[in-house]
């Protein structure tokens, strides 16, 4: 039974969420599995190990700068041979797939992300160890990451911006991709396959909200998923008229809204209580491992639509109740960067330590 007939008909993508270390494959076979149901693999930026973080100034502090520096080309690497083996892997599926299919994601790491320049000058490293046309560069929601993802796409790399969590910073995504994709045509380059993906983290949004919301407000849990819906109603208007049309009479594609963080907590480890409400058309889901068997071999998902007028009532009530949607995305978007940062750290801190550890050649 094709549990997904209804999802590829509305072009919803399902991706694997994975995490960038270690090397897919090497001690996580749940993951290796799963790479047969997905349309594509996210390597988040090193969230996941933010315990390593709390000593991360400590160490960095007593590990000389050479050591931290092998470290960094060290944790480059082992990513990149992950965005390798995974692109080998989906190619044999979607090695003549279009667009977002069989795309890898890496995302830049934290300590250039504040330089454009700098984000730039690493994905064409990356690039010279991967098929360009399977990966995608992931920036942050920054002004540095914008700027970023306009010259990544004036030169015909594919960009995806993490961590979108605003109106406001969804549309500066969109007009870098956009303005990108114009450079490009004043200069008769071609616009086909090039790819761009705006990425919303949806619990940590809830998380956020919920705590300052009155414990029995019937707007617990839904403002993650209405800003989704707003996301998707603004990309709708934007890929639409006579600018975008010139673009796609060219053969550009639209950016795609993503949806990434999808497990509220331990209440639904499968995070299925947000899938099956943001399964909006066109957009990209990126799942764990078991979420995403579960969608492709048991549940019945379908695609569902954004209801402007509830979309308004729930963003309207949350201001009212001292819920400010802007002002609480600008926070988090800052604490996410912060986070980012510092679990990196204690990454490159705990690999220059094994390093330091490890014999060295004699000279």
């Known amino acids: 039974m094709d549990h997904l007939k209804s999802l590829r008909a509305a072009q919803v993508a399902l991706w694997l969420a994975a ?13 290796l599995a799963s790479l047969r149901f997905a349309a594509g693999v996210r390597l988040a930026p090193p969230a996941a190990h933010a315990m390593l973080a709390e000593r991360a100034d400590e160490d960095t502090g007593r590990l000389g700068p050479e050591r931290l520096g092998e470290a960094r080309m060290a944790y480059r690497r082992l990513v990149v041979s992950h965005v390798a083996a995974a692109a080998r892997r989906l190619r044999r599926s979607h090695g003549r797939a279009r667009g977002e299919e069989g795309l890898v994601q890496f995302a830049c790491t934290p300590d250039v992300a504040k330089d454009a320049a700098a984000v730039v000058e690493e994905a064409v490293r990356v690039l010279r160890r991967v098929p360009a046309a399977k990966v995608i560069i992931g920036v942050p929601a920054s002004d540095a990451g914008m700027a970023a993802v306009h010259e990544l796409t004036y030169r015909g790399i594919n960009a995806a911006v993490d961590d979108v969590v605003s109106a406001d910073r969804y549309e500066q995504a969109a007009e870098a991709y956009i303005s990108g994709l114009e450079r490009r045509l004043v200069e008769r380059r071609r616009l086909e396959r090039i790819a761009s993906l705006a990425w919303m983290p949806v619990a940590p949004v809830d998380r956020r909200v919920d705590a300052v919301l009155e414990a029995d407000s019937p707007l617990r849990a839904t403002v993650a998923v209405a800003i989704a819906q707003q996301l998707h109603l603004l990309a709708s208007r934007r890929f639409a008229g006579p600018r975008w049309r010139r673009l796609a009479a060219c053969g550009a594609q639209p950016q795609r809204l993503g949806f990434s963080a999808l497990s509220p907590g331990p209440g639904d480890e499968h995070g299925m209580s947000y899938v099956d409400r943001l399964t909006l058309p066109g ?47 600008a926070e988090l978007e800052y604490e996410i960067r912060g986070e980012t940062l510092r679990a990196y750290r204690g990454t490159v801190a705990t690999m220059a330590k094994g390093l330091g550890d490890a014999p060295r050649p004699a000279r």
């Open 19 to 31: 995490d960038p270390l270690p090397p897919l494959g090497t001690e996580r076979p749940t993951e």
């Open 283 to 329: 957009t990209v889901l990126a799942l764990a491992p078991r979420t995403l068997e579960l969608c492709c071999t048991g549940a019945r998902l379908l695609p569902v639509e954004a209801d402007e007028t509830e979309v308004a009532w729930i963003l309207a009530e949350a201001a009212a109740a001292d819920a400010p949607v802007p002002a609480i995305a």
